[in-house]
């Protein structure tokens, strides 16, 4: 094609087709953001539901609303759904909206597998819900799903499962394979990789993550498929097998998966505080350098979520030793971050709130992250709330909070609207609360020996249960209210201005709000 | 079914009405906010080592938090209108990069003192097989030849919220571990069928019971009591619903106990011999089908198809007594059904098998064969 054609298409064919096949044939990074980040939400309140039958009938002891067996099967779907169908889509919904625009790039580098990745992903969560309505339940073995309570003992859905998780595996690594061809190909001319903006440093590192294991997590889940169907006893002690074997694999893919649901939270983060302090961000180079380090420290200790299955001393050490490392890096990225706030001139619009919130939850939930790499102190907490109120407290105010912080900070770029300050910060608030309430306490019980993934409790556990549950429901309640401040936004608002915010920095902002449907057709230069 | 909901409906809003009440009273009880310091040298040194790095964690949270804080108020853009420029300063990055570091160091250095004498896993005085069923406990005594399970005591009717709750709800069993005072014991680990974990909070061991490994685990208690604990690896369906007591007694009610158990294992073997009626097995059955299979057959018979099926009406209770004797004495293979062989007693076994060849209309639609414990003992003899 030559060039002279090409000028043309601006004008005339190149808005967003009309009608339903716009958002089924699309090849637009924007419009598949978008479509990642509408599903992430659906699956955020599928998840969020099924926390509340979890929760309320955790309200008392004694069992009230569920039987034992469906709330196993509530806790195995919402760690599933919450981990694979809210917080990975919408990371990768933010990646397509956001890397093209950051590193000045007229699109993702492989359009058509990006829609592919997408619209996999309604099927693999279709499947897997479905096995709710199957004879014998849904998979009920939680989201680890240890062998052989998944393999021999497991209700014959779980086929549909292993199924389900080969979709969603395929679509992680089409979407990272993605990101990493754009991010390496694609740049501005100017834009070094020590230039690139943090939230597209997060993005490459957690991509090469799910590239090395999600493969891994397909292995895993191909030899439960064969012990099962075929006859083979991979994880069964009976066949000559190992069901430690299970844990070791699933778990060199789970460590690294825990990363990949918080790596692009650090950099959405580092945006946000630089842009309402006003001051650029402290330390880039060590921030790049913390999540290299964060990234490969991940690979080698997986076996801290295995301290009692009867390893040898010297596993344990190391696992030990080489989990508390991982405080070095990670505490460089929060003294980073407080340096960026100190002497700034800083103001508090709602993403800031967010952003803040996730720096302190985030370094609690860091806190009791170290508490646990103590293999002699995780003898005691392995298995309790204490390990349900740490990872909730990375996940939710953590991972969560930044895709809300995102959502508030970039939403006016997207639409070209502004959203509802007073709403968003009452949004805030209620959500603070509310997570607070839900997940503090369940350290408490943890430590005073509440076993989790039970369905009823001994009493002395009651009182903080039902606050647990007060909050979670606050919690729930109030992101029915970010539905409301979303759709309000896109629907309309104050017009935003193309840099939006007062300090922000990068090339997004440069482009009007709302975001044309093509940005970038020529490079910008950056300097 | 409705008529639970709204009595739940009716329990939960006299909760909220009490709850607003009781903060004060029940909330300020350290007791359920903080792990345990326990019984043993190793509990106290665990949970020294708890505080020590809970302490340190505090102290970096309120430095941390201090300064952003403090930077929060005193930098924001009305108070500091014109930002600083800085963004970088090696020394300070660098001495945030070591100095965590040497608190790591000092962190870990007791953390892995403690953890080689938890490690120092020579033979006990007593040697204890502890084994996870779905969803119970096997004890096997393995110098004194006891065996024995334990199983969740709690009534159901406690758990469906129709009687009042007792004080040990859901952490009791009809039969504790018994273990003496001061005296090394050597617990070997393992399971039956899927994989569990022994967690007795106060001796501060928790180590999981895999098929197919035995993994160790060894406590010298001090203090003479009853201590409580769980299953910490979910196992299924009635997973919150099987946990540990240990009773830990002086050496000489230990000796008394151990040959109190012999005598009922002699009492046993003449309960094995003698000439059983129908009747007497049928109620005894009764019993031993309450404890052991109910959790999955329920006590309808009715099972949970398609992973627990119905023994009401099954052809094999109807019709077919030795393929019903070989299930139980075997297991069913890639299923969930075990092997009760070693569970059960010859008279229970057969008890329990004449039970569901007689219940729910069984004995009126089928042949009604019964088993008697001889044919138990004639099954368990080799075969040639």
Not at chain 1, 221 to 235: A, K, P
Not at chain 2, 346 to 370: C, F, K, L, P, S
Request: net charge negative; with cysteine; hydrophobic share 50%.
């Amino acid at each position: 094609m030559s060039a002279v054609i090409e000028s043309h298409h601006d004008d005339h064919h190149h808005g967003p087709a009309k009608g339903i096949m716009r958002w089924v044939l699309t090849t637009n990074h924007k419009d598949i953001g978008s479509l990642y980040l509408w599903f992430s939400f659906a699956m955020f309140l599928i998840g969020g539901a099924m926390a509340m039958v979890i929760r309320a009938e955790l309200f008392q002891p004694g069992m009230q609303i569920v039987e034992p067996a469906f709330y196993n099967q509530m806790l195995t779907l919402h760690g599933l759904i919450m981990v694979f169908g809210a917080v990975m889509p919408a990371f990768v919904g933010l990646a397509n909206w956001l890397v093209p625009m950051m590193i000045g790039a007229p699109d993702m580098a492989l359009p058509r597998l990006n829609n592919l990745s997408f619209w996999i992903l309604p099927f693999a969560f279709g499947i897997l819900l479905s096995s709710l309505f199957m004879e014998g339940g849904a998979p009920n073995f939680g989201w680890t799903f240890y062998a052989p309570l998944s393999t021999t003992y497991a209700p014959p859905s779980v086929t549909f499962f292993i199924f389900s998780v080969h979709i969603m595996g395929a679509s992680s690594i089409m979407g990272s394979i993605n990101v990493i061809v754009t991010i390496m190909n694609m740049r501005a001319p100017g834009m070094d990789l020590m230039k690139m903006p943090l939230f597209v440093w997060s993005w490459l590192i957690t991509a090469y993550l799910l590239i090395a294991v999600m493969p891994v997590l397909a292995g895993a889940v191909t030899m439960m498929l064969m012990d099962i169907h075929f006859g083979t006893s991979f994880f069964n002690a009976a066949g000559g097998g190992d069901p430690v074997l299970f844990q070791h694999i699933f778990w060199f893919f789970g460590h690294p998966e825990v990363y990949i649901m918080i790596l692009p939270a650090f950099g959405i983060t580092s945006h946000i505080i630089e842009t309402f302090a006003r001051k650029q961000l402290f330390g880039y180079s060590s921030m790049v350098w913390a999540m290299l380090s964060i990234a490969i420290l991940s690979f080698v200790v997986w076996a801290h979520h295995m301290f009692t299955v009867g390893m040898p001393l010297a596993a344990e050490l190391f696992f030990m030793w080489a989990t508390m490392l991982i405080a070095v890096p990670t505490g460089v990225k929060v003294f980073n971050w407080v340096a960026t706030m100190f002497r700034g001139s800083i103001t508090y619009e709602t993403p800031m709130l967010f952003a803040i919130a996730f720096v302190v939850l985030f370094t609690i939930g860091g806190f009791s992250g170290l508490m646990l790499a103590i293999t002699p102190a995780d003898f005691q907490y392995h298995d309790t709330y204490f390990v349900v109120a740490h990872f909730h407290y990375v996940l939710v105010p953590g991972s969560v909070f930044s895709i809300m912080a995102a959502v508030y900070y970039w939403i006016p770029k997207w639409t070209g609207n502004m959203y509802d300050e007073r709403l968003s910060r009452l949004h805030f608030w209620l959500s603070f609360v509310g997570v607070n309430v839900t997940f503090f306490p369940q350290h408490w019980i943890g430590l005073a020996g509440m076993p989790r993934r039970y369905p009823d409790y001994a009493l002395q556990f009651a009182d903080w249960n039902m606050v647990s549950t007060a909050g979670a429901f606050l919690f729930g309640a109030s992101q029915v209210l970010f539905l409301f401040i979303v759709l309000k936004t896109v629907l309309g608002g104050k017009k935003a201005t193309p840099e939006v915010w007062e300090g922000a920095r990068g090339l997004e902002w440069t482009v009007d709000s709302p975001a044309p449907y093509h940005t970038f057709s020529t490079p910008p230069k950056v300097s | 079914m409705f008529q639970r909901l709204k009595n739940n409906y009716r329990t939960i809003f006299y909760s909220l009405l009490t709850a607003s009440f009781y903060p004060a009273k029940a909330f300020a009880q350290w007791d359920n906010m903080n792990m345990r310091e326990g019984v043993t040298q190793v509990s106290r040194d665990v949970f020294e080592l708890h505080m020590l790095i809970f302490y340190i964690c505090v102290a970096i949270g309120t430095l941390v938090f201090g300064v952003m804080f403090f930077s929060l108020f005193r930098y924001t853009k009305k108070r500091n209108p014109v930002p600083a420029t800085f963004h970088e300063s090696t020394k300070l990055e660098f001495a945030w990069t070591l100095v965590p570091f040497l608190i790591l160091v000092a962190m870990a250095v007791p953390a892995s003192k403690t953890l080689q004498d938890i490690y120092q896993d020579e033979e006990g005085e007593i040697n204890i097989q502890v084994v996870g069923y779905q969803w119970k406990w096997e004890y096997k005594y393995l110098e004194d030849d006891i065996n024995f399970f334990s199983n969740l005591s709690t009534d159901q009717d406690e758990i469906y919220n129709l009687v009042p709750k007792g004080e040990n709800y859901l952490l009791e069993v009809d039969e504790p571990l018994i273990i003496p005072v001061n005296t090394r014991v050597r617990f070997l680990i393992t399971a039956n069928d899927v994989i569990h974990s022994w967690w007795v909070p106060d001796f501060a061991i928790k180590q999981d019971a895999i098929p197919g490994f035995i993994n160790t685990a060894w406590t010298k208690v001090e203090e003479p009591g009853i201590y409580r604990g769980n299953c910490t690896e979910l196992c299924g369906k009635n997973h919150g619903f099987m946990p540990v007591v240990v009773k830990v007694v002086e050496q000489e009610e230990y000796d008394n106990w151990i040959i109190s158990k012999k005598n009922e294992a002699i009492k046993l073997a003449e309960l094995t011999e003698k000439e059983w009626s129908l009747a007497e097995l049928t109620s005894r059955g009764e019993g031993v089908y309450e404890k052991n299979c109910v959790a999955c057959h329920q006590a309808s018979g009715q099972g949970m198809p398609p992973i627990f099926p119905a023994l009401a009406g099954s052809e094999i209770a109807l019709y077919d007594k030795s393929r019903h004797l070989e299930i139980l004495m075997e297991g069913v293979q890639g299923a969930a059904m075990q092997s009760y062989a070693n569970q059960l007693s010859e008279v229970d076994m057969a008890a329990v098998i004449t039970y569901t060849r007689q219940a729910w209309g069984n004995a009126e639609n089928g042949d009604g064969a019964y088993v008697v414990p001889k044919d138990i003992v004639e099954y368990k003899k080799p075969k040639i």
